[in-house]
């Protein structure tokens, strides 16, 4: 113990240094472990479908919703939600399943449903995903 009091009173910057990485990377491992509890693989997300009920939230834009989206997935687009977030309300007693074309926004948009107390998940991956995975599509 004496070895290290002195190595860190003769290094200073050094030890500072790896202080500083070392708290970093938990944050950045916190963070991340955070980010895979919201998500859910297209097989997963069907199983929560199937077993709970759950809703599938297209947060896309209409055009590509149109274009083709899960089947029973209700349209409302990202800023809307992050505007007006009540218009979730009606989906409270069940999981929610946000889904974008990437998986980004559903991730933004999980996370805000999440804090205001919604059992919210994104699809990894988003619609990309999904159709990689030969889920079934509506197309309008």
């Not at 919703?65 to 007693?93: D, W």
Request: hydrophobic share 45%; net charge positive.
């Amino acid at each position: 113990m004496q070895e290290i009091m002195t190595f860190i009173s003769n290094h200073p910057v050094l030890s500072l240094s790896a202080l500083i990485i070392f708290v970093l990377i938990v944050v950045i491992e916190f963070i991340r472990a955070r980010q895979k509890a919201l998500s859910l693989t297209p097989s997963q997300a069907t199983q929560l479908i199937n077993r709970e009920n759950a809703v599938v939230i297209d947060v896309r834009a209409n055009d590509l919703y149109r274009k083709g989206h899960i089947v029973g997935a209700v349209s409302l687009p990202a800023q809307e939600i992050l505007e007006t977030p009540k218009k979730v309300e009606k989906f409270r007693a069940k999981p929610i399943i946000v889904v974008c074309g990437a998986g980004v926004e559903s991730q933004k948009v999980a996370a805000l449903l999440q804090k205001q107390g919604y059992n919210a998940y994104s699809l990894t991956g988003g619609m990309r995903a999904w159709d990689s995975a030969d889920m079934p599509v509506v197309k309008e």
